[in-house]
């Protein structure tokens, strides 16, 4: 199956690429991050891949900052894809995750690689990794808030939402994933609908006949 032979793929490139701390990069976390991701929605076992735990690449926050926001993000994301459990030995914890990202917010509200003015993407991702901890964590509550704030601010008048490149695809793919999971209906709430066109009606403009999404129009 097309499952078995990207697995397949995904072993090799592991006993290719990976170290001893089990780090599949030198710098970058979201190599094991979104192998993680990958291979939990195709319900592959992540701690022993060719018998090693992509597990434990994550476990060294000095290694998971070194990509900037990026690292941090995306390593919550992962562990929380299936509630995993950070495996000992290491200084990460979900609560240092969390605080990393919530430091790095934006006088404006939003997330950014560099700057100072918040990115569609970034704040998106910034987002989705924070939504299981909105109820909880009222620091994380009060962030999201204002984040939201900033994102209905920085949608485009036809609905579409874009990074310094411009109005993208992937950036309104971003931002409904962040909004879906923090339960908000991105089609319908009324802070993310402009002039009658919504975050999921500025996705569908990139779609292309016969299937598929282009990146930008």
Sequence with gaps: SDANAYYEKVVAFVKENINEKEQLHRSKSTE???????????GYDVTNVAGHNLLVGLNDMTYVKKQGINGPIWALIALDSHNYEIPAGGDVTREKLIEVILEKQLADGGWALSGVNADADMTGMALTALAPYYNANSDVKVAVDKALTCLSE??????????IDGACAESAAQ??????????????????????????????DYYVEGGGFKHVS
């Design 32 to 42: 094991n991050s979104r192998l993680i991701l990958a291979l939990t929605a195709l």
């Design 175 to 204: 931002v409904i994933v962040a909004l879906t999971a923090l339960g908000i209906d991105p089609h319908t709430d009324s802070r993310f609908v402009k002039t009658g066109r919504s975050v999921v009606d500025a996705l569908c």
């Design 154 to 163: 920085i949608q485009h008048d036809d609905g579409g939402v874009g990074s």
